[in-house]
């Protein structure tokens, strides 16, 4: 019976490690009847889209590996040519990206995401409200512009550092909290200060016979390099219980491991619980900072870009979405949810106690806050004077956001006005050659025999050398993402072309009694579900051509649903799994999962809710919600004949 269990047991395992090549074999098989049954076009874009679906939330195999199914499903099931399919992979979007990325590499290369961050902490202060606050700011306008992942990435190191002092300097100082860098005016005080600091100090030791641990042997070393800061009263307590001990505790003291150590703690205790709060509040305002970020442009995240492409495709008549109208949207929704994020984030960890985490007086700073704001000046003042690079990163960054506004702001004439042939310049015109003229612009200040930047240090640079190289470029361009939205906009020309959008459609007639609120808010809840197990592009992607042969079959405006469903699809920050930033975030071993679902699930219905308000109140006039477009109806009409 054990040898009939055991092997069971072995099968199980084999099967389990197994699991992702069944899928990927037995899902076709499995519904390989519905084309062979029914060979109808409809049938066998159904079987396309449902292949792929699976896949992409399974994630059986790659995500821009299965977006290439439909590459050669759609050829071999006679539901578009491979030259059609083909096109769909590369589309007006795709240039947008390439531009955006040679911008972000330019960034990224120069330090300035790292200057624009330091300086925001900076002016934010140490406190803890106001830090997690100043973080959550930079995080947000630098997400605005890169992709949220790059911009977790680029942020969460810096927010650790500051973490790390914060945690190093309260070990010694955690019954002092509360204590103002003022110096005391009396020596009773200064006696009282003795006291307090010897029975730390008493205490910190036995622990350290007992079990010592990293962060206790970090604390005795950053007790004595508080002198080096002009602090001697800590010494001189330190040294003078010394010289009371029995001669077996300094045997302890001489084992103090060296400063450079202690970025070593990860599992070792916190010296409070306020202080582990604090780390899990400033970790989690990082990633859903990012997110919020990401909502702003069109090329914010990868969802935007995917709804802006295959909305476009779909109405090419309607021209109301572009990076104008988006942000015009998009950017009061940002500011509320930074808002009503930071107070939700402070209550949960933090508490209700704002005068006391957010006030911006230097008497009410304690000696841990003091230090934090030195190392964050330290770290600013490592980047020394802003460099050649970076002001023509600064300019090009400008550049490009003021083309796009002004290319056609609505109110008044654009900038393409100016041409004769209207229609032919888009935001991806801006972008790429903007992109363009990085890798052709030298590095060094022209005339300056003095060089600049990364290469000040090198003699035998080429002066010439330009903003970016290929390699900079390449090492920030997702191409999968690329492969993965000219995949959604395959399956979305499939659908189209097969008539299943509208076969889709019909069956959602049942719920034409429904009012457009009750619509979009279904479509929200539905798609924010969903993207916490499935990645956000894929989600959007199978949805989207749901939502518009709903929308089309309701006679509802269908921005009225997709501009919703959209932002939505960003609200996955309930699980490491659900988004890229939320692993970067977990990974530092800060919080714990039953931390994300707590915090994520706030952030969530925040999110929902400000949505919601939004699409109801100044997106009505904005894009025109209460009627049902032309560019719809004529949609709606070719799609029935």
Same mark, same amino acid.
């Given at each position: 019976?054990?040898?009939?269990?055991?092997?069971?047991?072995?099968? =199980?395992?084999?099967?389990?490690?197994?699991?992702?090549? $069944?899928?990927?074999?037995?899902?076709?098989?499995?519904?390989?009847?519905?084309?062979?049954?029914?060979?109808?076009?409809?049938?066998? !874009?159904?079987?396309?889209?449902?292949?792929?679906?699976?896949?992409?939330?399974?994630?059986?195999?790659?995500?821009?590996?299965?977006?290439?199914?439909?590459?050669?499903? &759609?050829?071999?099931?006679?539901?578009?040519?491979?030259?059609?399919?083909?096109?769909?992979? !590369?589309?007006?979007?795709?240039?947008?990206?390439?531009?955006?990325?040679?911008?972000?590499?330019?960034?990224?290369?120069?330090?300035?995401? @790292?200057?624009?961050?330091?300086?925001?902490?900076?002016?934010?202060?140490?406190?803890?409200?106001?830090?997690?606050?100043?973080?959550?700011?930079?995080?947000?306008?630098?997400?605005?512009?890169?992709?949220?992942?790059?911009?977790?990435?680029?942020?969460?190191?810096?927010?650790?550092?500051?973490?790390?002092?914060?945690?190093?300097?309260?070990?010694?100082?955690?019954?002092?909290?509360?204590?103002?860098?003022?110096?005391?005016?009396?020596?009773?005080?200064?006696?009282?200060?003795?006291?307090?600091?010897?029975?730390?100090?008493?205490?910190?030791?036995?622990?350290?016979?007992?079990?010592?641990?990293?962060?206790?042997?970090?604390?005795?070393?950053?007790?004595?390099?508080?002198?080096?800061?002009?602090?001697?009263?800590?010494?001189?307590?330190?040294?003078?219980?010394?010289?009371?001990?029995? #001669?077996?505790?300094?045997?302890?003291?001489?084992?103090?491991?060296?400063?450079?150590?202690?970025?070593?703690?990860?599992?070792?205790? &916190?010296?409070?619980?306020?202080?582990?709060?604090?780390?899990? !509040?400033?970790?989690?305002?990082?990633?859903?900072?990012?997110?919020?970020?990401?909502?702003?442009?069109?090329?914010?995240?990868?969802?935007?870009?995917? =709804?802006?492409?295959?909305?476009?495709?779909?109405?090419?008549?309607?021209?109301?979405?572009?990076?104008?109208?988006?942000?015009?949207?998009? =950017?009061?929704?940002?500011?509320?949810?930074?808002?009503?994020?930071?107070?939700?984030?402070?209550?949960?960890?933090?508490?209700?106690?704002?005068?006391?985490?957010?006030?911006?007086?230097?008497?009410?700073?304690?000696?841990?806050?003091?230090?934090?704001?030195?190392?964050?000046?330290?770290?600013?003042?490592?980047?020394?004077?802003?460099?050649?690079?970076?002001?023509?990163?600064?300019?090009?960054?400008?550049?490009?956001?003021?083309?796009?506004?002004?290319?056609?702001?609505?109110?008044?004439?654009?900038?393409?006005?100016?041409?004769? @042939?209207?229609?032919?310049?888009?935001?991806?015109?801006?972008?790429?050659?903007?992109?363009?003229?990085?890798?052709?612009?030298?590095?060094?200040?022209?005339?300056?025999?003095?060089?600049?930047?990364?290469? @000040?240090?090198?003699?035998?640079?080429?002066?010439?050398?330009?903003?970016?190289?290929?390699?900079?470029?390449?090492?920030?361009?997702?191409?999968? $993402?690329?492969?993965?939205?000219?995949?959604?906009?395959?399956?979305? %020309?499939?659908?189209?072309?097969? #008539?299943?959008?509208?076969?889709?459609?019909?069956?959602?007639?049942?719920?034409?009694?429904?009012?457009?609120? %009750?619509?979009?808010?279904?479509?929200?809840?539905?798609?924010?579900?969903?993207?916490?197990?499935?990645?956000?592009?894929?989600?959007?992607?199978?949805?989207?051509?749901?939502?518009?042969?709903?929308?089309?079959?309701?006679? $509802?405006?269908?921005?009225?649903?997709?501009?919703?469903?959209?932002?939505?699809?960003?609200?996955?920050?309930?699980?490491?799994?659900?988004?890229?930033?939320?692993?970067?975030?977990?990974?530092?071993?800060?919080?714990?999962?039953?931390?994300?679902?707590?915090?994520?699930?706030?952030?969530?219905?925040?999110?929902?809710?400000?949505?919601?308000?939004?699409?109801?109140?100044?997106?009505?006039?904005?894009?025109?919600?209460?009627? =049902?477009?032309?560019?719809?109806?004529?949609?709606?009409?070719?799609?029935?004949?």
């Amino acid at each position: 019976m054990r040898l009939e269990a055991a092997a069971r047991m072995d099968l =199980f395992r084999k099967l389990w490690k197994a699991r992702k090549l $069944i899928v990927v074999v037995l899902i076709p098989l499995s519904l390989l009847p519905l084309p062979l049954l029914q060979p109808t076009s409809e049938a066998c !874009c159904a079987y396309v889209l449902m292949v792929t679906a699976v896949y992409w939330v399974s994630e059986a195999v790659p995500l821009g590996a299965a977006a290439l199914v439909p590459a050669f499903l &759609y050829p071999l099931f006679g539901v578009l040519r491979s030259s059609e399919v083909a096109a769909e992979y !590369c589309k007006d979007t795709t240039l947008l990206l390439m531009g955006v990325i040679c911008l972000a590499a330019s960034i990224e290369k120069w330090n300035l995401h @790292k200057r624009i961050a330091l300086r925001m902490v900076m002016i934010a202060g140490a406190k803890p409200g106001m830090l997690v606050l100043g973080f959550m700011c930079c995080t947000v306008f630098l997400s605005m512009w890169l992709s949220n992942t790059s911009t977790t990435a680029m942020v969460m190191p810096i927010a650790e550092a500051v973490l790390q002092q914060l945690i190093c300097t309260g070990v010694a100082d955690a019954q002092h909290d509360s204590e103002t860098a003022e110096a005391p005016d009396d020596d009773s005080a200064a006696l009282d200060k003795e006291d307090n600091l010897d029975k730390n100090q008493l205490e910190l030791f036995y622990r350290s016979e007992s079990n010592c641990t990293k962060q206790e042997l970090c604390t005795l070393t950053e007790v004595q390099s508080v002198e080096v800061n002009g602090v001697a009263l800590k010494r001189s307590a330190s040294q003078e219980f010394i010289k009371q001990t029995n #001669g077996h505790l300094p045997q302890v003291a001489i084992d103090i491991p060296l400063p450079k150590r202690v970025k070593a703690r990860r599992d070792s205790q &916190y010296p409070t619980k306020r202080d582990h709060m604090i780390c899990k !509040c400033l970790s989690l305002s990082i990633t859903y900072a990012a997110t919020i970020g990401g909502l702003i442009t069109i090329t914010g995240t990868s969802t935007n870009l995917i =709804f802006a492409e295959q909305f476009n495709t779909r109405y090419p008549d309607a021209k109301v979405i572009n990076f104008g109208t988006w942000f015009i949207f998009s =950017f009061p929704i940002a500011i509320i949810m930074l808002v009503l994020t930071w107070l939700w984030l402070h209550c949960l960890f933090l508490g209700c106690n704002f005068r006391e985490t957010c006030s911006l007086s230097k008497k009410r700073k304690t000696k841990r806050e003091m230090m934090s704001e030195r190392r964050i000046h330290e770290e600013y003042t490592k980047l020394g004077p802003i460099s050649y690079p970076e002001v023509v990163t600064g300019v090009f960054f400008i550049l490009m956001t003021l083309l796009w506004f002004t290319r056609e702001p609505g109110f008044v004439p654009g900038w393409t006005s100016l041409f004769e @042939k209207k229609g032919y310049r888009t935001d991806a015109t801006v972008s790429v050659l903007l992109g363009f003229l990085l890798f052709l612009i030298p590095a060094r200040r022209p005339f300056s025999p003095s060089s600049s930047g990364k290469d @000040k240090d090198d003699p035998n640079a080429d002066p010439l050398a330009p903003m970016i190289t290929w390699k900079d470029f390449q090492r920030l361009m997702p191409w999968e $993402i690329v492969i993965l939205v000219g995949g959604g906009y395959a399956l979305a %020309a499939g659908c189209k072309v097969s #008539g299943l959008s509208v076969w889709i459609g019909r069956q959602l007639e049942p719920m034409s009694g429904l009012p457009p609120w %009750a619509v979009t808010l279904l479509a929200c809840l539905l798609v924010s579900a969903v993207t916490e197990f499935a990645s956000n592009p894929a989600t959007l992607t199978v949805f989207l051509p749901i939502l518009s042969a709903l929308s089309e079959t309701l006679q $509802i405006n269908p921005l009225h649903t997709l501009i919703p469903s959209t932002m939505c699809v960003s609200f996955g920050v309930m699980l490491p799994v659900g988004n890229p930033p939320n692993a970067i975030v977990f990974s530092y071993g800060h919080v714990q999962i039953s931390d994300m679902v707590k915090a994520g699930f706030g952030v969530n219905l925040i999110g929902v809710a400000v949505v919601m308000m939004a699409i109801t109140t100044w997106g009505v006039p904005l894009f025109n919600l209460t009627e =049902f477009p032309a560019w719809a109806l004529a949609r709606n009409v070719t799609a029935g004949l």
